[in-house]
């Protein structure tokens, strides 16, 4: 299991300038928790493989975020003036690193035809034999087998950059990557009635939303899936008529997706169909995409930006229900996320990420107490995506709260400072007002006071009618809470768009300018608790919900009314 240390930092900025990327040792003791890969044989020399070389970009990521605060900054004269998908190529095109690969790959025989470069030339895919690409990275090979998913990958314990390659390539994604991520989402099985349970109509009343939330078509947004997770056409059009909604269906799948998985096992689709089912009916009629990415790759979130990067016209709002431990992950991977997700901020797309279900602790916590601590999730942790958390309450005709499992819930919202990412300016006011006024706060010595706090809004998390298989589901998870507050922004979206304005893009800096009147504040609950029914375990500290901001709630959820006004007609 993971286990946060005080020297995590220091760690961090070490391997973030090293040239030798290795994976988190957990994956190779069998300890991690979050998937069953297990080593079985040494990769045949001969075999074909695919890697990706993510390039400097003209050090793209050190200038991304002052150009980003330029267009998302509510303060800035040039607010809301994105770039377009060619603007993005003059500034990311690095010809110098481009031609360095190149001649890298000959000297290693990798022919022209076995490697192209992404249309904006953030990576180059390149596919060589198993042989060639250990002699290339100082990588060793082998076979992992995952019982779970009747597949198996080739991956190494590590690998290193040429020293003169070093200024060129930023990382190679498909060598050691695995996959340590959760979809945020708990199943609590067929309920015969939904009295109790989050339906759309309840959401419209909590959030002071209209009883018809129809897009205009303007306005596009998308979930992002992995884990094989898929939806059913089928199951989406019975909740569409059992709350007479507009019937309609995903505009276009990206990836794999297998709707009769849904009747055989419900957690095959679990996931997929709350996202689906809520962001379709919080934003009635707006074209949907369904991401899927396949459920093997490893990095799901690397996989993700490389396909947006390369699509010149993606959808505007992104919902992404999953994360894994920020320790487990590659420093330089994570970063290279966070300056894609700047990049698409800069072109007018805004991404949601739910907070996590574990509180303060993190999924390795759970049944074991042992593990609490302060585990901070990617990639909640990002400074460029917004970041939701979960409550509960209004479904049982009771206020908004923390969302916790030692309240009733399956989950706990998650929160926390990240370790990596600083106090982003956005919200240090804001965060630095809480640390210095909040009861109940742990020693300031078990977190980083100076990281990337999140969440930074919610939504209800608990209890959510899903209908999967055709059968009636209840589902809680700040899966839930993330693409409801993803389809509300897709409907200010379309509003905007139909006066002739920009997208909303990198809602951050926006958010934290709203006055307090837009947000209901949440100042009941804590996050100490894991995700768990019954007994779940609750560990000794944790970060409890305070007027303001806090890292429980972020800045609470809001009034959907009041929202789209200011951000439509102001």
Known sequence: MFKVTSVLLFALFCVAFSATHKAHPCNFQETCGLHDFKRVAQADSDRIHTVKLHL?????GASCPSLLDAVSNPASPSYGEHYSFEQIGELTWDQEAIDAVHLFLRQHN??????????NGEYITVKAPISTLEKMFSAEFHVFKSESQSTQIVRSESYTIPSHMESYIDLVHGIHNF?????????AGLVKAVDGSVTPQLIWKTYNMPNSTDATPLADQAVFEGLGQSYSPADLKQFQKTYKLHEQDIKKVIGPNSPNSCASDPNDCGEANLDVQYIMALAQTAPTVFWSIANEDGDIFLDFI???AKDSKPPQVFSISYGGPEEGQDVADMIRFNTEVCKMGLRGLTVFVSSGDDGVAGSQARGNPSACGFSPQYPANCPYVTTVGA????????PEVVCQSDLGSLITSGGGFSNLFPTPAYQKTLVTTYLKTASNLPPTSMFNTTGRGYPDVAALGNAYHVIIGGSNYEV?????????FCGMVTLVNGDREAQGKSTLGFLNPLLYSLGPSIFNDITSGNNKCTAGQGSPTCCP???YAAKGWDPVTGR???????FADFLVNH
């Not at 809680?476 to 409801?484: E, I, L, Q």
């Open 556 to 562: 609470g959820s809001i009034d959907f009314a009041k």
């Open 391 to 398: 409550t509960m309450g209004p479904e049982s005709g009771n």
């Open 179 to 187: 996959p340590l991520y959760n979809k945020h989402s708990k199943i």
């Open 56 to 60: 400097r970009q003209n050090n793209f």
């Open 110 to 119: 990798v022919a022209k035809y076995q490697s192209k470069v992404a249309p």
């Open 306 to 308: 490389e396909a947006v």
């Open 541 to 543: 500290n944790g970060f």
């Open 476 to 484: 809680s998870g700040t899966s839930a809470s993330s693409p409801v």
